[in-house]
């Protein structure tokens, strides 16, 4: 069969077979009477070969080792090609994810460009004071596609960074707020940690549904996070877990403070105390807990409170008595008992 027969069947241009031939991979059988190249099916099978292995990825000259070194084994190439695959992929989507980021930010001239390439750059540098000014500049001066920030916030390690990206995202509105959810469900616990007090810096109803769905994640972290978030935002869904937080001695301060703010609302403060009398009475033995639960009984207001002092006062355990007794010294001259 002639070359150009063969370039026909094979797909592979004349050209190209000729370069085969000159770097020695396939060479013909024979020629004809008037010097053509002649193929043999012997030839086009190995035609056929070489082009399959080149569809792995293989160089010419990785073709031709395979093809005629009889010692040659694949698998050490095979898992090199592998590598070599996946950091091409990982490069190209590191690429596209940038230039999708740089779309986002409708830039309206290579100026625009050119601000938002720099601020990605400098979000992902090595230095926290770069990253921190990054974040910062995101809203004072140009604006960073909120996927970066988001990215950004849910990596972030420094203290000072995290807080400035945070700032920024809060700014975003329920964009950064729907991002962040996907991070509420991430494998690791930090990135689950940072996307919860992420979203509780952001004041928008969509957040604020997102804390309370989080109040029955799987991580206690994310669930306590989102239970002093709410508290602040006067969500009665977060009464049961701020009460196990003082129950348990953990941000019990915070958690205190909040159920106080919730105690504001009428309706709310006799739940609360009837919730924090539980606690005393069935939920634990541990005397710092009764403890815990008997001081957060100070700042909630009501007939239900007053009664609970009282009882407390006639407790076993003499600090418990005298702190229940102390406290309703102060609400009977403040007559917050009522």
Not at 29 to 45: F, H, K, N, P
Not at 154 to 167: F, H, I, M, Q, Y
Request: with cysteine; glycine share 8%; charged share 25%.
């Amino acid at each position: 069969m002639l070359i150009g027969d063969v370039a026909q069947r094979s797909g592979v241009s004349a050209r190209m077979l000729r370069h085969y031939e000159s770097l020695g991979l396939v060479r013909p059988t024979g020629r004809t009477e008037a010097g053509y190249r002649e193929y043999s099916s012997e030839d086009i099978q190995r035609i056929f070969h070489i082009e399959s292995l080149r569809s792995l990825g293989l160089s010419l000259r990785e073709v031709g080792r395979a093809l005629d070194d009889p010692g040659f084994t694949p698998s050490e190439l095979v898992d090199d090609l592998i590598r070599q695959t996946r950091e091409r992929i990982a490069a190209e989507t590191e690429l596209l994810t940038r230039l999708r980021r740089i779309g986002a930010a409708e830039p309206a001239d290579w100026e625009d460009v050119l601000r938002t390439v720099a601020l990605l750059q400098a979000l992902g540098s090595e230095s926290a004071g770069k990253r921190q000014r990054a974040a910062l500049s995101s809203v004072e001066e140009f604006p960073v596609p909120v996927e970066a920030l988001v990215e950004a916030a849910l990596s972030e390690t420094d203290p000072n960074v995290a807080g400035a990206l945070r700032w920024a995202l809060a700014r975003s509105g329920d964009t950064g707020a729907s991002l962040l959810a996907e991070g509420l469900h991430s494998p690791v616990g930090e990135v689950r940690k940072r996307a919860v007090q992420s979203i509780a810096e952001i004041p928008s109803g969509e957040a604020t549904a997102l804390l309370r769905d989080a109040l029955t994640n799987s991580d206690v972290v994310v669930r306590r996070c989102a239970a002093l978030a709410l508290g602040a935002r006067g969500v009665a869904d977060a009464v049961p877990t701020l009460i196990d937080m003082v129950v348990e001695g953990v941000n019990d301060v915070d958690a205190a403070d909040a159920l106080s703010a919730l105690a504001s609302d009428p309706a709310l403060a006799d739940r609360i105390a009837t919730g924090l009398a539980d606690g005393l009475a069935h939920g634990t033995g541990d005397a710092s807990a009764r403890l815990r639960l008997t001081q957060a009984l100070a700042d909630i207001p009501g007939p239900t409170t007053s009664r609970a002092l009282a009882d407390l006062s006639r407790d076993e355990d003499r600090a418990i008595a005298l702190t229940a007794t102390y406290i309703l010294k102060l609400r009977n001259e403040t007559g917050d008992g009522h």
